[in-house]
Each structure stands twice: as C-alpha cells, then as structure tokens.
T-cell receptor, first 115, second 113 residues
C-alpha cells in the first residue's frame, strides 16, 4: 500500500502568489516524522521543512509552512510569495520510527512558477 | 558545502561492465541509505545501513550490492551493468529520529548503453 500520496502531478502558480501542495500519509506507527524536499532539475534533494507526529504546532520555515492535520493524516506544504526559483519538483516524505527509521517518498508534484 | 559526497556525478558505461558508485559523508552518521530514482519519479529505497558491517535491502529489489566497512563510506556496486539499471542513484545519511532529516548527496546519473 502506498504510504505517501501526492495527488497533484503538476501545478502552475503565478509569481508572488501562494501555492498549496497536498500530501496524505498512511501509518500505524505512533512516532513518525514528515518532511518536504525540493528537487530542482539538477537533481539534488533540498530539505525544506519537518513536522514531528507529536508536534502540537504547525511547522514554519521562512516562506514554507506545513499544514499538519493529524486526524486526517494530511501534511500539506504551503509556499507563500512564490518566486521563479521555486520551480522544481516537491516531494513529501515520511520517516516511521518503528520501521527502522526508513524514509518513504511520495510521487512528487512539479511546480512551475510563471512570471 | 556538501557534507555527503557522491562520485561520479554522471556515468555512461557499456552493458556488462562492473561499476561502483561512491558515497562518503563527514558527519559521523551511523545510518546511510541508497535511493534509486527514475526521471520525474519518486525515490525508492534500495539499500540501507545502520553502521559498520550492517547492510539491509530496501523496499525496492535491486541487483546492486553495498558494503559498509567504514562509518563514512557506503559504496554501491553493480557487477554487470544493464540498460535497465539506467537511473539516478542518491545516497543519504541520517542520525535517525528527531527533526534532523536526511542529508542527501548530489546523486549519480547512470546511463548504461
């Protein structure tokens, strides 16, 4: 069964606007972490933001915020004030602490920022 | 400045050749991982290690093998490359739990012709 689901293969956003990338996850592990990574065309993985399963507040890192809805098993990424450099593929990932700390990835969402 | 290094960055090689993809990290992390990623697709875990002399197969079956003789070094080997092995291979390391995520290398883009 798919552990991480990203239902948006591609999205277009206007420069300076906000965009929300959807992510749902599936786990029975009570202790887990949720990550978002950015992958530009060069191929490297850039860590953006982290949310722990026991964290009470939504994580924020600069222009990135994570909308964590634990009961719905949802961890959407919000990018505010989009920039042309934000054009990339974005991956949601989950680490299950009782599953050898392995990191599982979703299929990714390609974001294209238009000027 | 990268703390985890992968070489080569790009590799084009003929079918049947033996290849080793190098991965080294300077952070002293016990946990290291290899992921395989086809263009525009998700990452699949193919191998991981929790420390010296520890290696495990990941969720995606792979014909490659790995070794972990030193904490900082986690090479991946293909004994006989085939066109089906053409992909990007990403190495990562981690301390485990908590907010410290995985640190990824720049990847090796392998093309087998």
């Amino acid at each position: 069964a798919q552990k991480i689901t990203q239902t948006q293969p591609g999205m277009f956003v206007q420069e300076k606007e906000a965009v929300t990338l959807d992510c749902t996850y599936d786990t029975s592990d009570p202790s887990y972490g949720l990550f978002w990574y950015k992958q530009p065309s060069s191929g490297e993985m850039i860590f953006l933001i982290y949310q722990g399963s026991y964290d009470q507040q939504n994580a924020t890192e600069g222009r990135y915020s994570l909308n964590f809805q634990k009961a719905r098993k949802s961890a959407n990424l919000v990018i505010s004030a989009s920039q042309l450099g934000d054009s990339a593929m974005y991956f949601c990932a989950m680490r299950e602490d009782y599953n050898d700390y392995k990191l599982s990835f979703g299929a990714g969402t390609t974001v294209t920022v238009r000027a | 400045e990268a703390d985890i290094y992968q070489t080569p960055r790009y590799l084009v090689i003929g079918t049947g050749k033996k290849i080793t993809l190098e991965c080294s990290q300077t952070m002293g992390h016990d946990k290291m991982y290899w992921y395989q990623q086809d263009p525009g697709m998700e990452l699949h875990l193919i191998h991981y290690s929790y420390g010296v002399n520890s290696t495990e197969k990941g969720d995606l079956s792979s014909e490659s093998t790995v070794s972990r003789i030193r904490t900082e070094h986690f090479p991946l080997t293909l004994e006989s490359a085939r066109p089906s092995h053409t992909s990007q291979y990403l190495c990562a390391s981690s301390t485990g739990g908590g907010s410290y995520g995985y640190t990824f290398g720049s990847g090796t883009r392998l093309t087998v012709v």
